[in-house]
T-cell receptor, first 112, second 113 residues
């Protein structure tokens, strides 16, 4: 079983719809992240959480919200999806500041 | 403001030769750097890292070199193998606020048989 599991793997939705991407981990890490990958832009941080009561905005948080339901679960929501949110979304965990991130396999989201 | 930059979107190398992937950064306060490798339909995986107190770190076929005066790091793969074909990202923990990784744009490496 994967240490970091993202669901769904693929999703197509329409403009204006609400959508939730889910992430769960079995690594026991406190730190969890949501990144977005776009061609030519690399990975950009959307939100991050260093424990259940800690939620922080990343560099591109507009249009997104998150919920840290438990140490192992961190979900990303798009309240009203728009086409420029079409991207590959990754959840990741880490043990500490200089520890490597452990990524899930991503969710490919298409907003039409 | 792109703090970590990979200016080559793609690189093609013959199998068995050396692959050199480059990364530049703007903030001299960065103290740690990481390289990640990403295959299609998978998440990035950690490859190798280097602390700013070193100028070289080696792990098997992979070596990362750090030139602090030039704010430049490079990843060398010798010898290159077909399985090395992937997208490579360099990254550094941001020193602003609560530390989190900032990534370069990525370089797609293709190893030709």
């Amino acid at each position: 079983d994967a240490d970091v599991t993202q669901t769904p793997r693929n999703r197509i939705t329409k403009t204006g719809k609400r959508i939730m991407l889910e992430c769960s981990q079995t690594k026991g890490h406190d730190r969890m992240y949501w990144y977005r990958q776009d061609p030519g832009l690399g990975l950009r941080l959307i939100y991050y959480s260093f424990d259940v009561k800690d939620i922080n905005k990343g560099e591109i948080s507009d249009g997104y919200s998150v919920s840290r339901q438990a140490q192992a679960k961190f979900s990303l929501s798009l309240e009203s999806a728009i086409p420029n949110q079409t991207a590959l979304y990754f959840c990741a965990t880490s043990e500490s500041r200089n520890s490597p991130l452990h990524f899930g396999n991503g969710t490919r989201l298409t907003v039409t | 403001d792109q703090q970590v930059k990979q200016n080559s979107p793609s690189l093609s190398v013959q199998e068995g030769r050396i692959s050199i992937l480059n990364c530049d950064y703007t903030n001299s306060m960065f103290d740690y750097f990481l390289w990640y490798k990403k295959y299609p339909a998978e998440g990035p995986t950690f490859l190798i890292s280097i602390s700013s107190i070193k100028d070289k770190n080696e792990d098997g076929r992979f070596t990362v070199f750090l030139n602090k005066s030039a704010k430049h790091l490079s990843l060398h793969i010798v010898p290159s193998q077909p399985g090395d074909s992937a997208v490579y990202f360099c990254a550094a923990p941001s020193i602003q606020g609560a530390q989190k990784l900032v990534f370069g744009q990525g370089t797609r490496l293709t190893i030709n048989p």
